[in-house]
């Protein structure tokens, strides 16, 4: 199961009411693959649609994601980033992936 900290949860608040969105969610979904892992996208969606698991670890919204996504977010963390490198907004921080040093192979869990 997917975990938020209290951070990002305030922040999707923030982005809920300041895009007049408040009472939807947030859709989780897999957008590929990378040398560093799955990677996610997000977006704000009102209700889940057919074959989209209901997510209710959030206090104020759902999270919606299909099977694939579900199985890829398995003890992932949204997390809150604010850094002067990377700049400020969300991360999905995977534990499970250990990584690569460079993209020219070798790369896998």
Do not use: H
Not at 50 to 75: G, H, I, P, R, W
Not at 85 to 93: A, C, D, V, Y
Request: some cysteine; proline content about 3%.
């Amino acid at each position: 199961m997917v975990q938020i900290t209290a951070d990002a949860e305030k922040f999707i608040d923030e982005l809920l009411e300041k895009n007049n969105k408040v009472g939807w969610g947030i859709k989780v979904y897999l957008s590929g693959y990378s040398c560093s892992g799955p990677q996610f996208g997000m977006s704000f969606q009102q209700g889940a649609k057919e074959n989209e698991k209901v997510d209710k670890t959030a206090q104020s919204f759902e999270m919606y994601y299909d099977e694939e996504t579900e199985k890829a977010l398995v003890d992932c963390v949204i997390e809150f980033v604010d850094d002067p490198n990377f700049g400020t907004g969300l991360s999905i921080r995977n534990p499970n992936f250990n990584g690569c040093a460079s993209c020219g192979g070798g790369c896998g869990n």
